[in-house]
């Protein structure tokens, strides 16, 4: 079974860091694309970040700049660097995979894992 396991989320303050990781049960390669998205109660989900494929990043405008977005082939995960973190930022975060099958692509979540950002 495909499976995209979430990690790393916690409570940290205004300023700090967290690092998010994605351990995904196929090779990494095997998505077209990977990113983050992550839901806040009273607010639209929000795609976050995406790595593609080919190594093409992207980021949300509201954390360009302190967000970085990666990939480890050997281990068969994807992380979230996320540094200066705001009170915004607290949401719940979610691994998002998808993935090539034979006719077609089909969308992997994770469970999702909380980032709290509060003093």
């Known amino acids: 079974q495909v499976r995209l396991v979430e990690s790393g989320g916690g409570l940290v303050q205004p300023g700090g860091s967290l690092r998010l990781s994605c351990a995904a049960s196929?090779?990494?390669?095997?998505?077209?694309?990977m990113g983050w998205i992550r839901q806040a109660p009273g607010k639209q989900r929000e795609l976050v970040a995406t790595?593609?494929?080919?190594?093409?990043?992207n980021y949300a405008d509201s954390v360009k700049g302190r967000f970085t977005i990666s990939r480890d082939a050997a281990k068969n995960t994807m992380s979230l660097q996320m540094n200066s973190l705001k009170p915004e930022d607290t949401a719940v975060y979610y691994c998002?995979?998808?993935?090539?099958?034979?006719?077609?692509?089909?969308?992997?979540w994770g469970q999702g894992t909380q980032v709290t950002v509060s003093s």
């Open positions: 998002n995979g998808d993935l090539r099958v034979v006719s077609g692509t089909s969308d992997y």
């Open positions: 196929e090779s990494i390669f095997r998505f077209n694309a």
């Open positions: 790595i593609t494929l080919g190594g093409s990043t």
